[in-house]
């Protein structure tokens, strides 16, 4: 059985800028706090932590002072910068710059929009990180829809600020915009083109990914898919892979394998998300290289 490791697969800069960040920082002190997961990837998330990373929640954010505190690459809402400032606490900031530009962006068209009495609408996940982040750049009155449904939430007959979280799908986006546009037309008739204001703000870093992603999928027989559970992009990325080979496995790490998915298979593909890291993968391809040579197929 040939293994292969997807070559485009593993950390984005923002990811690997938040984690080198992280490392240099810990080289000058034996603990650094983390607000939240500094990758959603369990394995990453223990090894740093033994070498002295500590994540830490928002309530325990608010009892830390005098000390140092990461801001990993998903970005913060303006009352974490505030309470820092009052609690005497240095932030790192690891905010992703593709993250920071789209914060100013939800930003401006808040303030742009509110003189016509407009809504700012983003395709994400709830209480998702970034999402948090961007919502905090609106006095958290952005509407977040995720499904369908979210969409009753939003007054039509106003006009609409559209953005994606960065780790969204491209056809989630898209599909998602074709119904406000109707919605629009339905709620307004009369309602001029600019009423919709959608931006694209999916990192090319995911979006680029899925062609290379289906390419992959397609050239191996079974496809392991590397990922922590809470990944966002993971989830995105992961349904592109099944779409295009219906044997590709959602797995954390080499422990979920079960030998039986690689009867009659000549080659294995090994892929993962923006948060997931090249070691990992390496390890599952060594397990995967050793089932392959005591297996009875
Ligand atoms: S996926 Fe894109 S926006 Fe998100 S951390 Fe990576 S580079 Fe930054």
Redesign the pocket.
């Known amino acids: 059985m040939k293994v292969t490791i997807d070559k485009n697969s593993g950390y ?4 690997e800028y ?1 984690i080198q960040m992280a490392e240099d920082e810990m080289e000058h002190s034996n603990t650094l706090y983390c607000l939240g997961d500094i990758v959603h990837n369990s394995m990453e998330v223990k090894r740093l932590h033994d070498k002295g990373l500590r994540i830490i929640s928002r309530e325990q954010l608010e009892e830390l002072r005098d000390c140092k505190v990461l801001i990993r ?2 970005g913060e809402p303006p009352e974490t910068y505030e309470l820092a400032l009052r609690n005497n606490i240095e932030l790192i900031d690891a905010s ?4 920071l530009k789209l914060q100013n962006r939800v930003k401006h068209a808040f303030d742009k929009i509110q003189p016509d009495k407009g809504q700012v609408v983003i395709y994400g996940q709830k209480g998702h990180a ?1 999402v948090i982040g961007l919502t905090g750049q609106t006095n958290n009155e952005a509407i977040v829809v995720t499904t369908e449904e979210d969409l009753a939430q939003v007054d039509f007959s106003r006009p609409v600020s559209f953005f994606s979280q ?2 969204k799908s491209t056809k989630g986006f898209y599909k998602m915009k074709a119904l406000i546009e109707e919605k629009i037309k339905e709620a307004n008739p009369q309602a001029p083109a600019d009423y919709l204001d959608a931006n694209d703000s999916i ?4 979006s680029n990914r899925e062609p290379q992603l289906q390419k992959f999928s397609h050239e191996h027989d079974v496809i392991l898919f590397v990922s922590g559970k809470k990944s966002s ?1 993971g989830k995105a990325l992961y349904g592109v892979c099944k779409i295009e080979n219906p044997r590709s496995y959602f797995i954390e790490n080499e422990q979920e394998i079960e030998p039986a998915w690689f009867e009659g298979a000549t080659s294995v593909g090994i892929c993962g998300a ?1 948060s997931t890291p090249m070691w990992l993968m390496e390890q599952v391809a060594r397990h995967v290289e050793n089932i392959d040579s005591v297996a009875t197929f």
């Open positions: 984005c800069f923002g990811v938040a690459a998903h992703c710059p593709v993250v970034e960065t780790t990192c090319r870093q995911v992009n923006t």
